[in-house]
């Protein structure tokens, strides 16, 4: 697969083409294609899992939700249906959710991909992918049974987001040999059910001085920043779009 603007394989470019700017205007040219096909590969994955949940929120067996989830994506390229998607709606997800619901109200698309096998080829399926998927989706319906299926679609959606910007951030500083340090640090970008340990403590068992693991600090949290905006710009059709929606993405986190 190419590597894409703004991916993990490299710094992110601001002012590169969105990964669905490419796909939206893919032609019949076949580079471009290619290319319009790895950047939908890339995002398909990152939205598995929140289709996925969907699905299952529908009522959908495990393995039934998985075969869908992966027949759709068969669907969508196969079909081409990326290339009706309105430019002026230009949000992946709200592409996805509707292309999704279209999908499944119509039963013979859906029984003729199942027999497909589900477009494998396309986005393979790994096993500990699938039992993320199904361990997200009983935290949430384990948290709020009346929770929807575009809610939970919503959360999902909203922390493969912050999952990706964490493995974004986390593959930065593996390259630069600080791994280590990362996950000693991702506590202050993640929390926990515990009290964050001060920095007073944290320095002292690192055998840095306070000062420098603030700064370490105050970088990573810049860094993961530009991580999270990185993610939403690969899913939006202009730039301009991004802040706002970071701004849904933490509406959607915080809503209880």
Request: aromatic residues 10%.
């Amino acid at each position: 697969m190419k590597t894409l603007p703004g991916t993990t394989h490299g710094q992110s470019d601001p002012f590169a083409p969105t990964h669905w700017s490419v796909i939206l205007a893919a032609t019949g040219d076949q580079d471009t294609s290619e290319f319009a096909r790895a950047a939908l590969a890339q995002l398909c994955q990152t939205y598995w899992a929140p289709l996925y949940t969907f699905v299952r929120k529908r009522g959908h067996s495990v393995h039934d939700a998985q075969d869908l989830t992966q027949s759709f994506f068969a669907y969508l390229i196969e079909q081409k249906i990326y290339a009706r998607a309105d430019r002026q709606q230009g949000r992946f997800r709200s592409f996805l959710l509707v292309s999704l619901k279209h999908f499944l109200s119509d039963a013979y698309d859906r029984e003729h991909a199942l027999k497909r096998g589900g477009g494998r080829d396309f986005l393979p399926l790994k096993e500990e992918q699938a039992e993320a998927a199904e361990s997200l989706f009983q935290t949430h319906i384990d948290f709020r049974d009346a929770i929807g299926e575009d809610e939970i679609f919503e959360r999902s959606w909203a922390e493969a987001v912050v999952n990706s910007g964490l493995e974004r951030v986390s593959e930065a500083y593996k390259a630069e040999g600080k791994e280590k340090l990362f996950e000693e640090l991702r506590i202050y970008l993640t929390g926990g059910a515990d009290p964050l340990p001060s920095y007073e403590q944290l320095a002292a068992r690192l055998g840095v001085l306070g000062a420098t693991l603030r700064s370490h600090v105050t970088r990573l949290r810049a860094r993961y920043r530009e991580a999270l905006r990185a993610e939403v710009r690969r899913t939006v059709s202009a730039e301009t779009e991004v802040d706002e929606e970071l701004r849904e993405l933490f509406r959607v986190l915080t809503r209880r």
